[in-house]
């Protein structure tokens, strides 16, 4: 069973420059959740993708969008790069089945992104 | 909305001493709640869950955390550390049942081991 993969592991870029930052879901998993975490913070919820639609999203600005494919796998793009947007973003994925409780998330390790 | 608090940023504790990190959770119904550490540079890996039942949970690595509803919190507890156990600690809570439920993050207890 694959886990979590998200590439590339680490970047940088320039204020005001894009970035798409990309996430293959564990096998049979058909939920994607994004989270941003600063330097010495928790997780931050950006949004979470179910069957390719976005379905949940925190308290972060519409430069930040993504998208889910058929295969579940998914991307995250940022445009309009600020030096705050420096931070590890790291992917989740889970299975829904449908109504229910958040099930547990599964991790990959990261994109750590450097904002100059 | 879902929230949690872990009053403690940073604890030190002996090798071999017990381990107690505090959660407390603000959500309105009942909660499904998550206890995830980190080593440094790496994702979150999930210790354990609380979805319903016995309020005590058992998780890997030897930890276990209590739900006490009347408290709103839900602990994480290890009776005898060691020092592969330095790490990040975050609480989570899951809200909500449907396919949008999310699960939110608390700020972290950071762990440190004394020789």
Not at chain 2, 69 to 89: G, T
Request: net charge neutral; with cysteine; hydrophobic share 30%.
């Amino acid at each position: 069973e694959t886990g979590v993969t998200q590439s590339p592991t680490h970047l940088i870029k320039t204020r005001g420059q894009q970035v798409t930052l990309r996430c293959s879901s564990q096998s049979g998993h058909n939920t994607v959740s994004w989270y941003q975490q600063a330097l010495g913070q928790g997780p931050q919820f950006i949004f979470q993708y179910y069957r390719e639609e976005e379905n949940g999203r925190g308290n972060f600005p519409p430069r930040f969008s993504g998208l889910q494919f058929p295969n579940y796998s998914s991307e995250l793009n940022v445009n309009a790069l600020e030096l705050d947007d420096s931070a590890l973003y790291l992917c989740a994925s889970r299975k829904t089945t449908g109504p229910g409780p958040a099930g547990e998330l599964f991790f990959g390790e990261g994109s750590r992104l450097t904002v100059l | 909305a879902q929230s949690v608090t872990q009053p403690d940023i940073h604890i030190t504790v002996s090798e071999g001493a017990s381990l107690e990190l505090r959660c407390n959770y603000s959500y309105g119904a009942t909660p499904y709640l998550f206890w995830y550490v980190q080593s440094p540079g790496q994702g979150l890996q999930l210790l354990l869950k609380y979805f319903s039942g016995d309020t005590l949970v058992q998780g890997i690595k030897g930890f276990e955390a209590e739900f006490k509803r009347s408290q709103s919190s839900f602990n994480l507890r290890k009776p005898s550390v060691h020092w592969s156990d330095a790490a990040e600690y975050f609480c989570a809570v899951g809200a909500g049942y449907s396919s949008a439920s999310k699960i939110i993050f608390g700020s972290g207890t950071r762990l440190s081991i004394r020789p």
